[in-house]
């Protein structure tokens, strides 16, 4: 199973004092050394994280992959088609949410994606789409054109105790089994942890991971040689 850091919270960090530190771009660089497999970044219409220069900078400097999160709106896909990130990934965006709070709703949307996958495949970059563990949101996706998709773990991550985090993790199981059918690459994050890895994990079908709050917030206290590290650890390879 592949390991990609999310590293927009270093940059929430930076931009509290609209100053240059902590730098995103040299934790993704002290990251790739620690061993994750790719660099997720979700630049955002409000940029209350990731800037456009981040993303452009990321693109020259990391040797590993670049996966670009983003709203499917005409500004984010002109900047995403200049800098060709390896993957990007479309999930929903509202201004008031902390943070993605749930899969796209791709059933209802097929136009509107279709059209940004067309158009983000014209400029050859591989487009996942975000979604919760339901076949018909796989199937729509499969429908217009997505090469991968990325299944939400929030609900999962948000279960009060093993039995209800095991009924989540076969319905996660059956989505995975059903995209793989299908052809579709998959993979998974949100709210993944340091606690509930080792039980996610075990879909060993799931191709890549996508963590970042949990890896950047332990990475204050032990640094982040040790949060990354550790994490790597816990991901079957
Ligand atoms: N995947 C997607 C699509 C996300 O939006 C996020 C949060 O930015 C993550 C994964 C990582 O979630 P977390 O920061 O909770 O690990």
């Known amino acids: 199973m592949r390991f990609c850091i999310n ?8 931009n509290a004092r609209q100053e240059g530190q902590p730098d995103p771009i040299t934790y993704a660089l002290m990251a790739e050394q620690f061993g994750v497999d790719g660099i997720v970044v979700h630049l955002r219409e409000d940029r209350r994280h990731i800037n456009e220069r981040d993303v452009r900078l990321l693109r020259e400097v990391i040797s590993t ?3 670009l999160e983003m709203a499917a709106v005409e500004e984010i896909i002109g900047i995403a088609c200049d800098v060709k990130p390896d ?4 999930v929903p965006e509202k201004r008031e949410e902390l943070t993605t709070e749930g899969g796209l ?3 209802d949307n097929l136009e509107r994606l279709k059209d940004t996958i067309d158009e983000l495949h014209d400029s050859k970059i591989p487009v996942s789409l975000f979604v919760e563990p339901d076949i ?8 217009i054109g997505a090469d991968l998709i ?3 773990t929030g609900v999962f991550a948000n279960k ?5 985090m095991f009924d989540e993790l076969e319905l996660i199981r059956q989505a995975t089994i059903h995209a793989k059918k299908l052809g579709l690459g998959v993979n998974a994050g949100h709210g993944l942890n340091y606690q509930n890895i080792t039980i996610f994990s075990q879909i060993n079908e799931i191709d890549e991971l996508s963590i970042g709050q949990a890896i950047i917030a332990r990475s204050i206290f032990v640094g982040a040689e040790k949060a ?10």
């Open 160 to 164: 009060k105790n093993e039995e209800e």
């Open 7 to 14: 590293i927009d919270h270093v940059a929430t960090l930076r």
């Open 87 to 90: 993957l990007i990934t479309l």
């Open 105 to 107: 709703n791709v059933v």
């Open 65 to 67: 992959k670049l996966d």
């Open 136 to 143: 018909n949101q796989i199937d729509a996706s499969r429908e």
């Open 150 to 152: 990325e299944i939400h």
């Open 228 to 237: 990354i590290k550790e994490m790597r650890e816990l991901i079957p390879r």
